[in-house]
Nanobody, 124 residues
Framework: QVRPVESGGGLVQAGGSLRLSCAASGRTFSTYALGWFRQAPGKDCEFVSTTSRPSGTTTSYADSVRGRFTMSRDNAKNTAYLEMNSLKAEDTAVYYC????????????????WGQGTQVTVSS
């Protein structure tokens, strides 16, 4: 199993940047595809980004964040990242890191392991 733990959330002004980290304990980190999802109050869980196993060669993004967010992974550190730029008020949500024992996917239901989330608040 992997145990994702998100960090790096906080309060930022619109137009600003934030870097989220996802530290995932486990000896087989590189065998998991990884994803970032977010959930705003009263809304469904929304796909943000995903990257492939083992080295993150393939990365996919939701239309709403493409060009602004960048996902990466560092297997030596058992950590994934989400660089968020040009943040908008609509990006305000709890951001979750997820892992799965399979290929990369945009579907939340495909993921086996989830972190507890980190709050990102963008003020306008």
């Amino acid at each position: 199993q992997v145990r994702p733990v998100e960090s790096g959330g906080g309060l930022v002004q619109a137009g600003g940047s934030l870097r989220l980290s996802c530290a995932a304990s486990g000896r087989t980190f590189s065998t998991y595809a990884l994803g970032w999802f977010r959930q705003a109050p009263g809304k469904d869980c929304e796909f943000v980004s995903t990257t492939s196993r083992p080295s993150g060669t393939t990365t996919s993004y939701a239309d709403s964040v493409r060009g602004r967010f960048t996902m990466s992974r560092d297997n030596a550190k058992n950590t994934a990242y989400l660089e968020m730029n040009s943040l908008k008020a609509e990006d305000t949500a709890v951001y979750y890191c997820a892992a799965r024992t399979g290929p990369w996917s945009v579907a939340a239901a495909d993921y086996n392991y989830w972190g507890q989330g980190t709050q990102v608040t963008v003020s306008s």
